[in-house]
């Protein structure tokens, strides 16, 4: 009797085992897959901290639109004034169907050069822009790149969450383990924790105005601090708009060229 | 003051620990258990960890770059290729792929690291740029591929390829593999050092020591050489505190075997043995108790001292205790007696000795004023252990017959003395005029003595890392110094103008232009944000190499500056601002010499103040800090020397109340500093941290042998009413005592001799001839001296 006892617990931990195995991956595609509309555009308000509590602040206007299933973006940067004027575009391609990723194409425009130059090589782990975030922090990272795996739930003001990990395939990247807490609801991510390659916290992200616009969900305030470093990053985002028109000639290089983005 | 009242005070004291003995005995224990309770706490400080305080400028200066660029130490790896190729065949890449892995996963603070694997190139083209990894795609087994990568890193030349002879050396067979730290705060610091920030440079330094001594690291094929402050610390913690623990082991047994000879019983060797080990650990674990560091360079220096004087006392003690026994065959009264006779002027020189050690806390650094409280407090203690306990180990026994064969109880050593004494005052004269001859020849020598205070200088040739120093610093790519110059603007942005950009270049090319910067091939050692420029730059017009250059238009200049701080933010961020107000050029050194270093440092700082003059400026690193160091020690010993001499002066002056017999006692004491400092001179030793103590000791060591004689005259002065007869009598009393304390003084110091750390067995061969310096200064000069200027008041007959 002690012994079936015993064995249907441990069945049963195996069984929930599996199927957290199972939701982890799941869960993960469900962030990864949140609808983000055909088109987007916002204003970005970057609020860099250092560990003295000195801050700057940098501004940027973005153009987001999905092509198939290129998703091309352009960054034109509004302030500081020596910036002013400088524009990225970038054409993003879904993963290969073996789950290998193609490297996005990029191109800058310096307006003290008057000219654009295609840029390549830079890794999502490369830090957005100068500031805490990586490319890989504000997209949506490749689902091939890690092992997920189910730590529990928890609350987060208020929110019923997973708590979701996902451990970097490659060993020598960057971040080799980033904690998420996934809203059980809407899959939007309402924090996170990264781990350096020895294990060790290296960022907290916090996340707050958190409201669906025309239904889709976006997070308009971001805050990423690097404990390591006593850095931080604030993310705001402003004027927010989903699926309206975007001129479509703002994501070629002869309209950075011109300095037609504004 | 009167010598008999002393004496007669010191007889009741004598009295008293008889009486006592088991009651003092029991305490004596007691304090030293409390005491030595503390050890358990005991730590050393390493490196410069001390050498400045808080509020000394170049902390000031750290602090001010590490706000801004982070923890300004960081470990490195010299990849040395031996045998034929270079670092870029697969398995020489495998290698350092597997070293910096090591690295960033197991060096705690870890933060970028960078190596011929991991860098960043910018590369242009006619489309456009790309910031290219050489082995993004991990390191290729194919030839071609191999040779790509190859040609990726060394593309063009020195003149327009930042990593040329800076990360990999020209010929290809010399590579550096770099870490930087994050500064030593947060949580890493709560969880691994429990947040003492003191532990983590040494747990660093052992951690890459580690790494490279690993199995999988040993090969004919290569040599890997450490590097940083951290990796230093490891060494000195490895190599050189385990080398002034056989110096202060020696220096023990020497103690034990003159212990025995004077002592001749096993309980005699035993218990003076523990009194001065318990009066020594003591006061470490009194000062472990207070969370006093000790410092690890200098912390033989004051055991071997303890240990030197605390059987210089003894023999004091014993020898006055043996005359008095030979004489009345009563142990008790013996024991009285020799208190008697011995208390005061053995006090007055601790008080003189701990008065030269007090000195040093004057001198503006910490490890020097750590080793002149230590070292006066140790000398007190092992005063009171010795004075104390010795007495008390003595009055146990049985009494027996006088010795009648020699009523005044001298032998017939001390009787050679007595003669020797009258043989002085006989030729007084030829005897001053031949010293003095002696001394002057020595003076010029004292004008010659630098101060020499880096590591390599200190440490010598024979330590086991010394090849590999040598070897580091002789590599093409290797150095051991460096040193940075910080230029601070106020207004935002001061660096986007092309004005003090263009004054920035001018900087680095008058950098290259001095004596100690180091070059590789063609180029010198510097690195500064000019380089990511003229790299940026190049790099945005299809990599032409007439645009390997920064750009000389305001606007131009600007944007490139906030372009390449978004992206090649991490190597811009180590040399420039988020404001673009202040920004660093570091240098690399050849090598160090004092001198040259001082001129380099104030030919800098005209420099600068010439081209940047409504900036702040500052310089850092290891150079600054031993230019500062040897000016400090330079002051530092001219202050403590002064100070020493002067109080020494007060405190004879004061005893003998009388300005003449002070400055008279001073005479020969300052023969053996003169000695010295004309050794240092004409042979080259230099000051150093550990050199520049022996001056002001040789002088608290020296006087107390002319306190013992000037006591003893006085008194035989009171008695015979004769300068002739008084000083016989001193010899014959006290002239083989003061043979004996010079001798085992010197066989102390001896210990240092054999070191193969230089500095020490310089500190042994000066001390050395200090010591016997004085000693024959006593023999000759001091007796000469009274005798002609007889400064303890009138004779009460004529003599001869």
Known sequence: MKNLFLKSIVASLLLVSASFAQTANEIAKKVHDLPSGKTSSYTVSLTLIDKNGKTRNRELVSYFMKEGTTEKTVIVFKTPRDVAGISYLTYDYPDKPDGSTIDSDSWIYLPAMKKVRRVSGSSKDDDFQGTDFTYDDLGTRSLSKDNFALLGSEKVNGVDCWILEAKAKDTKAKVSRRVTWVDKKTFVVQKGEYYDKQNRLQKTLTCESIKQIKGYWATQKMTMTNVQSNHKTIYEIKDQKFDEPVNASFFTVSSLERELVK | ?800
């Not at chain 2, 090849?467 to 002789?474: D, F, S, Y």
């Open chain 2, 1 to 800: 003051m009167q010598v008999s009242r002393l004496n007669q005070f010191f007889g009741k004291v004598g009295r008293a620990q008889i009486r006592f003995r088991w009651a003092i005995l029991a305490v004596f224990t007691l304090i030293t258990a409390i005491c030595c309770a503390g050890l358990s706490n005991f730590a050393f400080s390493l490196g410069d960890e001390g050498w400045f305080s808080n509020g000394d400028e170049i902390k000031v200066n750290e602090k001010k770059y590490e706000e801004i660029f982070g923890n300004l130490n960081g470990i490195g790896v010299l990849v040395v290729k031996k045998d034929s190729g270079d670092v870029f065949s697969e398995e020489m890449l495998h290698v350092i792929d597997k070293i910096g892995t090591r690295l960033r996963n197991e060096i705690p603070f870890a933060d970028r690291l960078t190596s011929i694997i991991e860098v960043d190139i910018p590369i242009g083209n006619a489309d456009g740029f790309e910031i290219k990894k050489p082995y993004q795609d991990g390191i290729p087994s194919d030839p071609d591929s191999l040779a790509k990568a190859h040609n990726l890193v060394m593309r063009g030349s020195e003149k327009t390829n930042a990593l040329i002879n800076s990360l990999v050396s020209d010929d290809g067979r010399e590579t550096w593999i770099f870490l930087s730290l994050h500064p030593y705060e947060g949580k890493t610091l709560e969880e691994l050092f429990h947040g003492e920030k003191d532990d983590v440079p040494l747990a660093i330094g052992y951690k890459l020591m580690k790494i490279l001594e690993s199995e999988e690291f040993k090969s004919d094929k290569y040599k890997l050489y450490g590097s940083g402050i951290p990796y230093d610390d490891a060494i000195e913690d490895r190599y050189d505190i385990p080398e002034y623990g056989t110096r202060v082991l020696f220096g023990f047994f020497v103690m034990i075997l003159f212990l025995a000879i004077f002592l001749r019983s096993p309980f005699g060797v035993l218990v003076p043995a523990i009194a001065t080990v318990g009066a020594i650990a003591s006061v470490f674990g009194a000062m472990s108790h207070f969370g006093v560091k000790a410092d690890s360079t200098l912390i033989s220096l004051p055991i071997v001292l303890g240990m030197a004087l605390a059987v210089g006392y003894s023999v004091h003690y014993i020898n006055m205790f043996k005359l008095f026994f030979r004489r009345t065959g009563n142990r008790k009264e013996s024991v009285v007696k020799s208190v008697e006779e011995c208390g005061w002027s053995v006090l007055f020189t601790v008080l003189t000795t701990m008065a030269s050690f007090i000195s040093f806390l004057f001198v503006d650094m910490q490890p020097l004023s750590w080793m002149g409280r230590t070292a006066a407090l140790i000398v007190f203690t092992v005063y009171l252990y010795v004075a104390v306990l010795i007495p008390i180990l003595l009055s146990f026994g049985k009494d027996r017959m006088p010795d009648t064969t020699n009523e005044m109880g001298a032998t017939k050593l001390d009787m050679k003395f007595s003669r020797w004494a009258g043989f002085i005052q006989k030729k007084k004269r030829t005897v001053i005029a031949i010293c003095s001859l002696i001394l002057i020849a020595f003076i010029p020598g004292i004008f010659k003595i630098t101060a020499q205070v880096d590591y390599a200088s200190i440490s010598g040739s024979k330590m086991p890392y010394s090849a590999a120093v040598q070897e580091l610093r002789t590599a093409k790519l290797g150095n051991q110094y460096s040193y940075t110059v910080m230029i601070s603007f106020d207004e935002e942005g001061a660096f986007k103008e092309t004005k003090n950009m263009n004054a920035l270049l001018e900087l680095e090319k008058f950098l290259g232009t001095l004596s100690l910067t180091k070059w590789s091939g063609g180029k010198p050692r510097i690195t500064s944000v000019t380089s990511i420029l003229n790299e940026m730059n190049s790099a945005l017009n299809e990599g032409k190499e007439e645009f390997y250059k920064v750009p000389d238009e305001d606007y131009v200049l600007a944007q490139l500056m906030e372009l390449s701080s978004i992206e090649m933010h991490n190597d811009f961020s180590d040399v420039m601002d988020d404001d673009f107000k202040t920004t660093i050029v570091s240098v690399d050194m050849s090598r160090y010499a004092t001198e040259e270093a001082v001129d380099n440092v104030a030919a800098i700082k005209t420099k600068l103040a010439e081209l940047f003059p409504d900036a702040k400026h500052c310089l850092l690193g290891s150079m600054i800090q031993y230019a500062e160091m040897s000016r400090r020690i330079v002051l530092g010993g001219i202050k403590s020397f002064g100070f020493s001499f002067i109080i020494i002066a007060i405190m004879l002056i004061l005893a003998f109340a009388s300005i003449r017999t002070g400055f008279i006692s001073m005479i020969p004491n300052i023969a053996p500093v003169i000695l010295v400092g004309g050794v240092m001179g004409y042979f080259g030793f230099a000051l150093d941290f550990g050199t520049v103590t022996v001056m002001p000791m040789i002088l608290g060591i020296a006087v107390d042998d002319t306190i013992h004689m000037t006591t003893h005259l006085k008194m035989g002065i009171e008695k015979y009413g004769s300068y002739f007869k008084a000083t016989e009598a001193t010899f014959r009393e006290i002239g083989s005592s003061m043979f004996l304390t010079t001798l085992i003084l010197c066989a102390m110091f001896s210990v240092f001799l054999f070191s193969p750390m230089r500095f020490l067995m310089i500190i042994g061969i000066l001390t050395i001839i200090g010591l016997s310096g004085a000693l024959l200064a006593d023999y000759t000069i001091s007796p000469a001296l009274l005798n002609v200027v007889k400064p303890l008041g009138k004779e009460k007959k004529n003599e001869d």
